[in-house]
């Protein structure tokens, strides 16, 4: 009991500097808060019309509510044709996309600018942007290889071999599977063009310093020539994609 009046007395003591302390640590937070920073950047995932993505931003800011962005947008596209099929005679086998003769895969770099419509309170709250960007988009498409069932001529059993795909010779009957994803990387072929992206980009996160963003927006990729992805229709000189985007970022000076 002695111990417990000694540490009762040495905290009583020691409580109006203890809360004078938080209330300074309180009022530098909700000073730093409300800097307005000169940078920025932020990474997001990306969840679009024909696939997903990777996307990273890094801003300066020119005016108050004016930020000048360069991104760079890693994401697949997909074929809207695109069926997963498997061979109904074979166990253990690995679906694959009939018809698919190329995977595509995007790069885009580009410049925009990014307008705020309200500074978020210090209370919390919404923050709300106008943005629009444009730049080089590359298209690289990846040939695809398919495991496919041949008779082997010296044992007369049958085996499967790696080929890329061709729709004159292989058919849902002799298909086993996919090939594994790393094959036809050595094969990729660029192809050049440029894109234009708009849309709408919400701040909900609670300290300034540490942004969290949703997006929605469309892009429209132009290529100088078709892409071809899949066997049985006309390749796509061009590809627009509606996207929602979630992300974290950073303000600094």
Do not use: C
């Not at 069926?83 to 074979?90: D, G, L, Q, R, Y």
């Not at 595509?104 to 106008?130: A, C, D, I, S, W």
């Not at 730049?135 to 496919?148: C, H, M, Q, R, T």
């Not at 072929?189 to 701040?203: E, F, H, M, R, S």
């Amino acid at each position: 009991m002695k111990y417990f009046l000694h540490i009762a007395i040495l905290f009583l003591l020691l409580y109006p500097a203890l809360d004078s302390t938080a209330q300074i640590e309180e009022e530098f937070d909700s000073i730093a808060d409300n800097i307005l920073f000169t940078r920025e950047m932020n990474g997001s995932i990306i969840i679009h019309s024909h696939g997903w993505g990777l996307e990273y931003r890094i801003g300066k800011s020119l005016t108050v509510d004016k930020t000048l962005m360069l991104e760079v947008d890693l994401l697949e596209m997909k074929d809207a044709k695109e069926i997963k099929s498997i061979n109904p005679f074979f166990t253990n086998t690995r679906s694959y996309i009939y018809g698919k003769m190329n995977a595509m895969y995007v790069l885009r770099t580009g410049l925009g600018q990014q307008h705020t419509l309200n500074r978020k309170p210090y209370f919390g709250g919404v923050e709300l942007r106008l943005f629009y960007f444009g730049g080089l988009s590359v298209a690289f498409a990846k040939p695809v290889y398919l495991e496919i069932i041949k008779l082997d001529p010296a044992s007369y059993r049958y085996i499967t071999v790696t080929e890329r795909y061709n729709p004159d010779s292989h058919f849902p009957d002799n298909i086993y599977g996919r090939a594994p994803f790393t094959k036809g990387f050595d094969k990729l072929k660029p192809y050049p063009g440029g894109y234009i992206k708009a849309g709408l980009g919400i701040d909900f996160g609670t300290i300034n310093q540490k942004p969290k963003t949703v997006e929605v927006g469309a892009v429209l990729d132009l290529y100088a020539k078709p892409v071809p992805i899949m066997a049985f229709k006309d390749a796509n000189q061009f590809f627009l994609t509606l996207y929602v985007s979630f992300g974290f970022g950073k303000r600094y000076n």
